[in-house]
């Protein structure tokens, strides 16, 4: 069963901090890397960060640097520490297992949760 429930969003002013968690079913989370995505009004959905099973991370260039993906195992639980967050940053934010293709792996997408950055 494909369970993703994003939380911890809000409304933050541009360069404060904000902590997203995705509580993944154990099925997924013990046996993908996982990822971070956001969907801005208009936009595409982009990937902007993933974290293999064995810890690696890599970041999309416009968050690098300000944005960390974590795991924690026991918990089946992926995070992203958002710092100095940018009017830009503003979407609705998901996760989902990253395939192969470096892409969501799976079509079920959680509800999401919307970050606004006020500028």
């Known amino acids: 069963q494909v369970q993703l429930v994003e939380s911890g969003g809000g409304l933050v002013q541009a360069g404060g901090s904000l902590r997203l968690s995705c509580a993944a079913s154990?099925?997924?989370?013990?046996?993908?890397?996982m990822g971070w995505f956001r969907q801005a009004p208009g936009k595409q959905r982009e990937l902007v960060a993933t974290?293999?099973?064995?810890?690696?991370?890599d970041y999309a260039d416009s968050v690098k640097g300000r944005f960390t993906i974590s795991r924690v195992n026991v918990k089946t639980t992926v995070y992203l520490q958002m710092n100095s967050l940018k009017p830009e940053d503003t979407a609705v934010y998901y996760c989902?297992?990253?395939?192969?293709?470096?892409?969501?792996?799976?079509?079920?997408w959680g509800q999401g949760t919307q970050v606004t950055v006020s500028s």
């Open positions: 989902n297992a990253v395939g192969a293709t470096g892409w969501a792996k799976y079509d079920y």
């Open positions: 154990r099925s997924i989370f013990n046996n993908n890397a």
């Open positions: 974290i293999t099973r064995g810890g690696t991370t």
